[in-house]
């Protein structure tokens, strides 16, 4: 589950800009594939900084998503290090929105050791 370099930052970065390549005389330029979870990603790191705000995240999973009558619930793995002791472990992330609007009606963070 451990990654070298946490591509969770890099991954945001990417997905938020559009930088051209230049290789040589002609300028290639990267094309969006923006993931439809993006979004819903960023959240589930936000509010897992602020709930473990002595950790770092050290990897990060996207495990689908559910869409039942007019809610979708989108679901995440992040695997963190504490800063003061070295612990490690993972939680879950559920974040519950409306379909249609996107309004976001409930964040589940839970703890796992797997």
């Known amino acids: 589950m451990k990654k070298v370099l946490s591509g969770l ?3 945001a970065l990417l997905l938020m800009s559009n930088p051209p390549f230049s290789f040589g005389i002609e300028t290639v330029h990267a ?3 923006i993931p439809s979870y993006a979004k819903w990603g960023i959240v589930a790191i936000k509010e897992t900084m602020k709930k473990y705000p002595t950790s770092r995240i050290e990897d990060y999973s ?3 998503k559910k869409t039942k009558d007019s809610k979708t ?3 995440f ?4 290090k504490n800063y003061n002791n070295e ?3 993972g939680v879950i992330v559920r974040i ?4 249609k609007t996107e309004k ?5 963070i839970d703890e796992t050791r797997i």
């Open 62 to 64: 996207y495990m689908g």
């Open 87 to 89: 612990d490690e472990f």
């Open 104 to 108: 976001v009606l409930e964040v589940k």
């Open 73 to 75: 619930e989108e679901k």
């Open 9 to 11: 930052f890099v991954t």
């Open 31 to 33: 094309q969006k594939q």
């Open 77 to 80: 793995k992040l695997w963190l």
């Open 96 to 99: 519950k929105y409306e379909t």
